[in-house]
């Protein structure tokens, strides 16, 4: 059986850039891996995404094949980059429309920063006046960020609820709670001015 070939091209993305120079293509020959791909029992099935083979190494989708192992894969648009988390599932900012896709951003890395302990980002996300209101970061581990909630959203303000699973230490059991989040913006960025 003839293998397909695909041909796929590559661009060094400059931000701010309109112009693609030719140094910047690259251009790299994959064949499509045709055996079977069994993660956790399931089979790989995505024939509109293929999964490719170049030099011996295999090419999956990363967001269809982290789906399958319940990693959470998303782009993180404020940071350029992509980020995989297999402990918390998160919903991607991208599935929604503006403004609702930075509300989503500014609670998944919030989550985030809850997660990692990481004291700078968890008060980045407030406002100054918020900063000096709020308790110390959160002592339990956020797992599951979904169902969300936007209300009273005008250009300067939004209230959103969230529904969070999370548990208080590692062997402890899933817990739930709806969490509101009041946002404004401040310099221009959204911003949480309160929860509950």
């Known amino acids: 059986m003839k293998k397909k070939v695909f041909i796929l091209v590559t661009t060094l993305a400059l931000i701010g850039a309109t ?50 192992l319940g990693a959470n894969v998303k782009w993180n648009s404020s940071k350029k980059q992509i980020e995989i988390n297999s402990d918390t599932f998160l919903l991607n900012e991208s599935e929604y429309g503006m403004p609702e896709n930075e509300f989503v951003n500014l ?31 959160p002592e339990y581990k956020i797992k599951i960020v979904n169902h969300y909630i936007f209300e009273n959203v005008t250009l300067d303000n939004a209230s959103v609820k969230v529904d969070v699973y999370f548990t208080e230490s590692p062997a402890a059991e899933l817990m739930y709670t709806q969490t509101s989040y009041e946002l404004a913006k401040e310099n221009g960025i959204w911003k949480i001015t309160g929860w509950s």
């Open 19 to 68: 112009t693609v120079f030719a140094s910047d293509i690259k251009k790299i020959v994959l064949t499509t891996f045709t055996s079977p791909i069994i993660v956790d029992n399931q089979k790989y099935s995505k024939t509109d995404l293929p999964i490719l083979s170049y030099k011996d190494n295999t090419y999956v989708p990363l967001r269809e094949v982290g789906n399958l």
């Open 107 to 137: 609670i998944n890395e919030l989550s985030v920063a809850i997660n990692e302990k990481n004291t700078t980002s968890y008060f980045s996300h407030f406002t100054k006046q918020a900063q000096t209101n709020f308790p110390k970061m």
